[in-house]
C-alpha cells in the first residue's frame, strides 16, 4: 500500500510532524513525500532516514504554497492513487488538505491520533480528549489525513536519500494569485517547546504582558520552555510559535506548570499527557484543576515570585 | 466592498456536550450561540465594510432551527444573513460546510468572504480553503492583521516561526485568527434591530444538492466505534495560605526536575 506524507521545509529542515508521519507510513507501506520549500539537502536526507522512498519536491517561490501544492498532488493522486495523504497540524499541511480536499471531492479526516489502513481508519480523541473514535474512510482513495503532533514517533531507521523528482508549481490562475512580501523570524530563547523536560505556561490569569516575564524567569529557573495558551497568543502578547494546544504544539513535558490558565479544551488537549501537572489559578472551578496533579488556588502574581525566589535560594 | 461573514452557531462551550449513542452526532441544543472565533471575523468585515461603503452579509449552516447567534452578529452590525437550515446536513463532513456555504456566496456575490480560522467545537480549520478552492479565489489564512483597500487585502499570517506579510489581490478568503481586532459589544439599539434585519432561510435544495450530497450519506466517512478515555484524575488541590510554593517546590523535588 502506497501512501503520501505532505512535508513543509522550515529553516533547511523537514518539519518534525513530516519525520514522525513518514515513520509511521513506512511501517504501514511505501512511503512518498510531498515536499514543499527549498529542497535542501539535510531536509532531504532526513526524510530519507525516516523511511522515505521517493521524495516529489515543490518550490512554491513567493506564491502561496497552497494552491500550487493542493493541484500538483491531486495530479500526483490522479492515476495509482495512494491509500492515505497524511498531513501534520501546521497551518500550511492545513491549508493544502483543505485545498486538495475540496480538488478531489474527498473528506478530510481530523485529528488523528492512530492510523490504520486497507480501509483507512482513524482514531482521534474527541471533545476534549474524553472520547475517542474510529472513523472509516468510505469514498474512493486516497484518504486525507490530518494527524496530530506526537500521535506517532520519529524513527530515523538511517535509511538513505530518497529518490527526487523536482515538481514545477502548477498554474493555478486565480486562486494562486497571493504573494508572500515580506518573511519575519521571531527570535526565541531557551530550550525547545516540544522537547523541554519543564514546560511553564501562561494564560490570560497572568492579567496582561507586563506579567508574562513571571512566566519566563520561572521557566528560566527551572531551565524550562516558555509555552502560551491561545488566548494569550492571540491577544498578541507572545508569538504563536509558543502556543500549546489543539491548534498549536502538543507537549509532554516531565513537569508541565500552567499559571493562569484556566484550562479551555483547547488548550487541555496539548499538555494533558505530561508527567506531572501543577496548575496555578485564582478561580477554584477552573477546569485545569480537574487533571492537575497540584492544583493551587491562589494569586500568580503572589504565588510566581515566591517560587522563583524559593528556587533561587536552592541554587 | 461586497463582504460575506461565515459564522457557525454552537453549543454553548460552557455545557458539557454530549454524543447520541447511536448517530455518534453531538446533541445540539435547540439554543445556540455565535461560536465566540467568529466574533473577530464579523468585527473586522465591519471596519472593512464601513471604510469602503460596503455591506456584510452573514452566511451560516446550522441544522439547529436556532437564530440566537445569527441574531448576535448581526447586533454587531451585520446587514443582513442567509441561514442553511436543514435537517439534511446533519452529520455533514467539513467540505458539505464549505460546498454549501460557497454556494450562498457564490448565489449572491463577493469581493471579500472572512470565516475564522476554525470553529471552537471542531477545529479541523480546512473550511476557509474548502471555501476559497470552489470559489477558485486565494486564501489568506491564519491572518493576525488584516488590512484592505484599493482591490486588494494585506495580511500578517502566522507561521511556525514568526509571521509572513502577504498580500493578495480581491476577491479572495480571509481566515482570520482571534485577536486579529477587538470585536465590538452590541450596543442596545443594535439588539432591537438586529430583529428587524432581513434573515434568508434556505434549504440545502435550494442551492441545488440532492440528500445524498450532504449530511452523513455525502461526510465520505462513517464512525465505527465510539468509546470513553479513562481521564486524568483530578490530584490535590490546596488554597494558598501564602506558603503554596514551598508545596510545589517540593513536588519538583518528588518529580526530580530540580
Not at chain 2, 491564519?142 to 482591490?151: H, I, L, P, Y
Request: one cysteine or more; glycine letters at 10%; charged letters at 20%.
Amino acid at each position: 500500500m502506497a501512501i503520501l506524507v505532505f512535508s513543509e521545509e522550515t529553516d533547511g529542515h523537514a518539519s518534525a510532524s513530516a519525520l514522525e508521519l513518514t515513520s509511521k507510513a513506512a511501517q504501514l507501506g511505501e512511503v512518498t513525500v510531498f515536499h514543499v520549500g527549498e529542497g535542501s539537502a539535510d531536509a532531504l536526507a532526513e526524510l530519507g532516514a525516516h523511511g522515505a522512498t521517493s521524495v516529489h519536491h515543490m518550490d512554491p517561490g513567493d506564491g502561496l504554497p497552497a494552491p500550487a501544492a493542493a493541484a500538483a498532488i491531486a495530479d500526483l493522486v490522479g492515476g495509482d492513487a495512494p491509500a492515505a495523504v497524511l498531513f501534520g497540524m501546521g497551518n500550511t499541511d492545513r491549508d493544502v488538505a483543505g485545498r486538495l480536499s475540496a480538488r478531489l471531492g474527498r473528506p478530510v479526516l481530523a485529528a488523528a491520533v492512530d492510523l490504520s489502513i486497507d480501509p483507512v481508519r482513524v482514531t482521534s480523541e474527541i471533545l476534549g480528549g474524553t472520547q475517542q473514535i474510529i472513523t472509516e474512510a468510505t469514498a474512493q482513495a486516497p484518504a486525507l489525513v490530518i494527524v496530530r503532533p506526537k500521535a506517532f514517533a520519529a524513527n530515523d531507521t538511517g535509511g538513505p536519500a530518497p529518490s527526487t523528482t523536482a515538481v514545477a508549481a502548477p498554474d493555478v490562475g486565480r486562486s494562486g494569485s497571493a504573494v508572500v512580501v515580506e518573511r519575519h523570524v521571531e527570535e526565541q530563547e531557551g530550550p525547545d517547546l516540544e522537547a523541554a523536560n519543564v514546560v511553564v505556561s501562561g494564560g490570560r490569569g497572568l492579567g496582561g504582558p507586563d506579567n508574562w516575564h513571571l512566566v519566563e524567569e520561572l521557566a528560566a529557573e527551572l531551565k524550562g520552555a516558555v509555552g502560551a495558551t491561545r488566548a494569550v497568543v492571540d491577544a498578541g502578547w507572545v508569538p504563536y510559535s509558543l502556543q500549546v494546544g489543539q491548534t498549536g504544539k502538543t507537549v509532554k513535558p516531565t513537569v508541565y506548570i500552567a499559571t493562569g490558565i484556566s484550562g479551555a479544551m483547547q488548550h487541555m488537549v496539548g499538555m494533558k499527557d505530561s508527567g506531572t501537572i501543577i496548575a496555578i489559578n485564582k478561580d477554584a472551578d477552573a477546569p485545569i484543576f480537574g487533571i492537575a496533579d497540584l492544583g493551587v488556588v491562589g494569586d500568580v502574581q503572589q504565588i510566581v515570585p515566591k517560587l522563583i525566589e524559593a528556587l533561587k535560594a536552592r541554587s | 466592498m461586497k463582504i460575506a461573514v461565515c459564522v457557525k452557531q454552537i453549543p454553548d462551550p460552557a455545557t458539557p456536550y454530549e454524543l447520541d449513542a447511536e448517530s455518534h452526532l453531538v446533541v445540539r441544543p435547540q439554543d445556540q450561540v455565535l461560536d465566540d472565533t467568529d466574533r473577530y471575523g464579523v468585527e473586522i468585515g465591519l471596519q472593512l465594510a464601513e471604510a469602503s461603503e460596503g455591506t456584510v452579509t452573514l452566511f451560516s449552516m446550522s441544522p439547529s432551527g436556532s437564530l440566537q447567534g445569527i441574531r448576535q452578529a448581526l447586533a454587531m452590525g451585520a446587514d443582513k444573513a442567509v441561514l442553511i437550515d436543514d435537517q439534511a446536513l446533519r452529520g455533514s463532513a467539513a467540505l458539505t460546510t464549505a460546498r454549501v456555504l460557497a454556494a450562498a456566496i457564490e448565489r449572491e456575490g463577493f469581493d471579500l468572504v472572512i470565516a475564522g480560522t476554525e470553529s471552537t467545537d471542531g477545529y479541523t480549520g480546512v473550511v476557509p480553503q474548502q471555501i476559497a478552492e470552489i470559489l477558485d479565489v486565494p486564501a489568506l489564512s491564519f491572518a493576525r492583521r488584516v488590512e484592505a483597500g484599493d482591490g486588494k487585502v494585506t495580511i500578517e499570517r502566522q507561521t511556525a516561526t514568526g509571521y509572513d506579510v502577504v498580500e493578495s489581490p480581491l476577491p479572495a478568503v480571509l481566515a482570520v485568527t482571534a485577536g486579529s481586532v477587538e470585536p465590538r459589544y452590541p450596543t442596545f439599539k443594535g439588539i432591537m434591530q438586529a430583529k428587524q434585519k432581513p434573515i434568508e432561510n434556505l434549504t440545502a435544495g435550494d442551492l441545488g444538492f440532492g440528500d445524498d450530497d450532504v449530511g452523513i450519506a455525502g461526510s465520505g466517512q462513517s464512525i465505527t466505534a465510539v468509546a470513553p478515555i479513562a481521564g486524568r484524575q483530578a490530584g490535590e488541590i490546596i488554597e494558598d495560605d501564602g506558603e503554596a510554593h514551598l508545596r510545589i517546590v517540593a513536588l519538583l523535588e518528588e518529580a526530580k526536575v530540580i
